[in-house]
């Protein structure tokens, strides 16, 4: 069993800034791509960045220079660094990752609970 864990939302004043962890843990192989994505209400959830496991990086074009998104392969965990945050920003923030299993050593794509982050205006 794989799971994602996210954690650091958050409220914070426009112009502040928060870091997003998500750990990825159980019957893990390998790990590709892992993600952020967000959702605010009424909204489609849409891609917020993107690292693969060799250190290629995609932003959303909203979030570029504001944002920056890293990983720790030996701690299984992505990170959000957040600054210069928006109201615009408000959203549930998903956790996101392409995972191996170790067992039948197949890949399947998995989703974290979410993470609230508000910003005030």
């Known amino acids: 069993q794989v799971q994602l864990v996210e954690s650091g939302g958050g409220l914070v004043q426009a112009g502040g800034s928060l870091r997003l962890s998500c750990a990825a843990s159980g019957s893990i192989f390998s790990i590709s791509v892992m993600g952020w994505y967000r959702q605010a209400p009424g909204n489609q959830r849409e891609l917020v960045a993107t690292?693969?496991?060799?250190?290629?990086?995609t932003y959303a074009d909203s979030v570029k220079g504001r944002f920056t998104i890293s990983r720790d392969n030996a701690k299984n965990t992505v990170y959000l660094q957040m600054n210069s945050l928006k109201p615009e920003d408000t959203a549930v923030y998903y956790c996101?990752?392409?995972?191996?299993?170790?067992?039948?050593?197949?890949?399947?794509?998995?989703w974290g609970q979410g993470t609230q982050v508000s910003v005030s205006s």
């Open positions: 690292i693969s496991n060799g250190g290629t990086l």
């Open positions: 996101n990752a392409d995972i191996q299993g170790m067992g039948d050593m197949m890949w399947s794509d998995y």
